[in-house]
């Protein structure tokens, strides 16, 4: 007969399954605030809203080690100098706790600080397979006030891609020829492969018309075009975590494991420069993620 300390086998069986399932997402987080998806105040945030999340149960020594650059050693001697104890969780810290840590995440991992004014020109960057692609395309489909500009590229196109709608398809030398003319707002070589650009002239006319411009690009162009025109409005679109950034980019079945192993490798290096936009927007659901662009180019 079961009691207190033998309940029953479902019971124990439901357990161990939402045991696991804390698990695993505990180490989904851990995955997401090391490779900067999620950034450690938004950790901290969600253990605070709720303390039996998978952030309020990450012990506050895993939380620092998975932040970049900080080894154990490091992390002892600040969990020392806040008086933290290394036994607690981060939705279990104290006020005072919380806030010489919040203190502490400020002045080592700054967040962008959203500007005062607004430019109507709007570049959105963002790792592979993120879906920037998409979210422009929400956006010129339900927001045809905003100029979704058209980049040339030399990569070939992908199956239902159209030349002139998605992309320019053009050749190494007609996209030396747009350099050479200066045509190209920015350009760069994207994965170490085929080259990507901004045409010029569209851009110009639509701001010299008034109307906004939305500028999908890669993190080399969005910094060419704000070394450009620093007034430039710089969005950093955002997976909703590390697996789902992974199964989207295994899940378009475009590229080959080399492939994606070079890309996934970009991407980290893309997610760490997020800190120089001076927005990010999480694609967790398309038509929002393209809404709340679309509202940053007004």
């Excluded at 207190?4 to 605030?33: C, G, N, W």
């Excluded at 053009?170 to 170490?192: P, Y």
Aim: charged residues 30%.
């Amino acid at each position: 007969m079961a009691d207190a300390k033998h309940p029953p086998e479902v019971d124990r069986i439901a357990a161990s399954q939402k045991a696991i399932a804390a698990r695993r997402a505990r180490a989904s987080l851990k995955r997401d605030l090391t490779t900067r998806v999620v950034t450690p105040q938004d950790a901290m945030r969600r253990a605070v809203a709720d303390a039996a999340s998978a952030a309020g149960t990450l012990r506050i020594t895993d939380f620092l080690t998975a932040l970049p650059a900080i080894g154990e050693g490091k992390r002892d001697r600040i969990l020392a100098r806040l008086e933290i104890s290394p036994v607690k969780r981060l939705g279990g810290l104290g006020v005072r706790q919380r806030r010489a840590l919040g203190s502490w995440l400020d002045g080592r991992f700054p967040e962008p600080a959203p500007r005062a004014a607004r430019s109507r020109l709007l570049v959105l960057a963002g790792p592979t397979a993120v879906g920037k692609g998409t979210v422009a395309a929400c956006v010129k489909q339900n927001h045809p006030d905003i100029l979704l500009s058209v980049s040339a590229t030399t990569r070939p196109p992908r199956p239902g891609e159209v030349d002139g709608e998605h992309y320019y398809f053009v050749d190494d030398a007609a996209f030396d020829r747009m350099i050479a003319g200066g045509e190209l707002l920015e350009h760069a070589t994207v994965h170490n492969k085929y080259r990507y650009g901004t045409p010029r002239m569209p851009i110009e006319r639509a701001l010299a018309a008034g109307r906004s411009v939305l500028l999908e690009i890669d993190l080399q162009g969005a910094r060419q075009v704000r070394a450009a025109d620093p007034s430039a409005t710089l969005v950093f679109l955002l997976p909703p975590s590390w697996d789902e950034l992974v199964q989207r980019l295994i899940g378009r079945g475009t590229e080959d494991a080399e492939e994606r192993s070079r890309r996934l490798r970009t991407a980290k290096v893309e997610l760490a420069a997020q800190g120089e936009f001076d927005y990010r927007v999480v694609n967790d659901d398309v038509t929002r993620a393209a809404a709340e662009v679309a509202a940053l180019a007004r």
